[in-house]
T-cell receptor, first 113, second 114 residues
Framework: DAKTTQPPSMDCAEGRAANLPCNHS???????VYWYRQIHSQGPQYIIHGLKNNETNEMASLIITEDRKSSTLILPHATLRDTAVYYC??????????????FGQGTRLTINP | NAGVTQTPKFQVLKTGQSMTLQCAQDMNHEYMSWYRQDPGMGLRLIHYSVGAGITDQGEVPNGYNVSRSTTEDFPLRLLSAAPSQTSVYFC?????????????FGQGTRLTVV
């Protein structure tokens, strides 16, 4: 399984951009990078995913380095509601075509007023 | 659509009791899975299913059974609960096929075994 490494915690001021890094140096060519977040023990929520191009949606932007060994999730204007644990996940093709989400420890992001 | 629905939300069991955690999805997703989350840890995969009638083990399957008789439902059974199974359990589903899909999670079942 490709592994990911994230800082355990980060702080960001409300209204500023939050940049969350993730290292995935063993990622293989067909593995996507997914980001999920978990707010206060609720079920994980999908944020964004990408393969090799930068991606943007209404929640965030995902910047993937050219060698694909690392990525950064950007929340452009963080709000207090963005306080959560953010998981960077590399999907792995499992047997019978089932994909397994390999969750690491995540980054606990705290948005400060 | 209700998405992924888990019941119950909370449960307390005595050691040795059995119970079934329910998971249902109304999105016609082929893939469903169960995770557990323990304090300070990420989610760990217990069992998963690629479609009705097909299930397989994940990372931490011991002490749990699953079945998938319909596309919509994927119950998780604890045959003889142990304190080590105290955890928050999440069910997830995903559309069939392809890399480019997201998983939808339920709101979790918080289980305490005393």
């Amino acid at each position: 399984d490709a592994k990911t490494t994230q800082p355990p915690s980060m702080d960001c001021a409300e209204g500023r951009a939050a940049n969350l890094p993730c290292n995935h140096s063993t990622i293989s060519g067909n593995e996507y990078v997914y980001w999920y977040r978990q707010i206060h023990s609720q079920g994980p929520q999908y944020i964004i995913h990408g393969l090799k191009n930068n991606e943007t949606n209404e929640m965030a932007s995902l910047i993937i380095t050219e060698d694909r060994k690392s990525s950064t999730l950007i929340l452009p204007h963080a709000t207090l509601r963005d306080t959560a644990v953010y998981y960077c996940i590399v999907r792995v093709l499992y047997i019978q075509g089932a994909q397994k989400l390999v969750f690491g420890q995540g980054t606990r992001l705290t948005i400060n007023p | 659509n209700a998405g992924v629905t888990q019941t119950p939300k909370f449960q307390v069991l005595k050691t040795g009791q059995s119970m079934t955690l329910q998971c249902a999805q109304d999105m016609n997703h082929e893939y469903m899975s169960w995770y557990r989350q323990d304090p300070g840890m990420g989610l760990r995969l217990i069992h998963y299913s690629v479609g009705a009638g097909i299930t397989d083990q994940g990372e931490v399957p011991n002490g749990y059974n699953v079945s998938r008789s319909t596309t919509e439902d994927f119950p998780l059974r604890l045959l003889s609960a142990a304190p080590s199974q105290t955890s928050v359990y999440f069910c997830a589903s995903r559309p069939t096929g392809g890399w480019n899909t997201e998983a939808f999670f339920g709101q979790g079942t918080r289980l305490t075994v005393v």
